[in-house]
């Protein structure tokens, strides 16, 4: 049981590039999130989902894209990758009322 | 909409002393209260929650939190203080038991002092 897993860990973009931050999880959840931490700052809710083929905006959703059609599988999409999008991205997952979360890909754009 | 208050950024205690880490909200309804804990590079980690009962919560490693609901506050708690401790704290609240909008709170960092 691998929990909530995140790859890549680290990636350094130009501004103008895009890329896909995958997150995947082996416990069956129904409910998955996408959330940014800034310096010295709390969690921001980018994107969540409560099932496959369901996803919703959060706090933050401008400059990123998701899909969900499996259960397991939780991808966030940057299209045009700017320096503002430069943050650590947690994806964490619930089967009720407690989150789990993955170890972060920390995101660089110059 | 709910919101989360932790008023210290920091909080330094000795190790063997106890601690404390404050945490207020705000909800419309029932608060469903959460801690978790980061270490550095590292995901955030579940410690405790209170959903109903009992006010005072137990957790993993010797952590505690009492639910005052008419203070509005949910604070962390440990009887004896630890180096290994020493990491950044997020209190986190939902309005209800299946709502999926989690607030987290902007974190407070404890060090521990030997």
């Known amino acids: 049981n691998a929990g909530v897993t995140q790859t890549p860990k680290f990636r350094i973009l130009k501004i103008g590039q895009s890329m896909t931050l995958q997150c995947a999880q082996d416990?069956?959840?129904?409910?998955m999130y996408w959330y940014r931490q800034d310096p010295g700052m709390g969690l921001k809710l980018i994107y969540y989902s409560v099932g496959a083929g369901i996803t919703d905006k959060g706090e933050v959703p401008n400059g990123y894209n998701v899909s969900r059609s499996t259960t397991e599988d939780f991808p966030l999409r940057l299209e045009l990758a700017a320096p503002s999008q430069t943050s650590v991205y947690f994806c964490a997952s619930s089967g009720s009322d407690t989150q789990y979360f993955g170890p972060g890909t920390r995101l660089t754009v110059l | 909409a709910q919101s989360v208050a932790q008023p210290e950024d920091q909080v330094n205690v000795a190790e063997g002393n106890p601690l404390t880490v404050k945490c207020t909200y705000s909800?419309?309804?029932?608060?469903?209260l959460f801690w978790y804990v980061q270490y550095p590079n590292r995901g955030l980690q579940f410690l405790l929650k209170y959903i109903t009962g009992d006010n005072l919560v137990k957790g993993s490693y010797g952590f505690e939190a009492e639910f005052n609901k008419s203070q509005t506050s949910f604070h962390l708690k440990k009887p004896s203080a630890l180096v290994s401790d020493s990491a950044l704290y997020f209190c986190?609240?939902?309005?209800?038991?299946?709502?999926?909008?989690?607030?987290f709170g902007p974190g407070t960092r404890l060090s521990v002092l030997p």
């Open positions: 986190a609240v939902r309005d209800n038991p299946s709502g999926q909008n989690f607030v």
């Open positions: 909800v419309s309804g029932n608060p469903y």
């Open positions: 416990m069956n959840h129904n409910y």
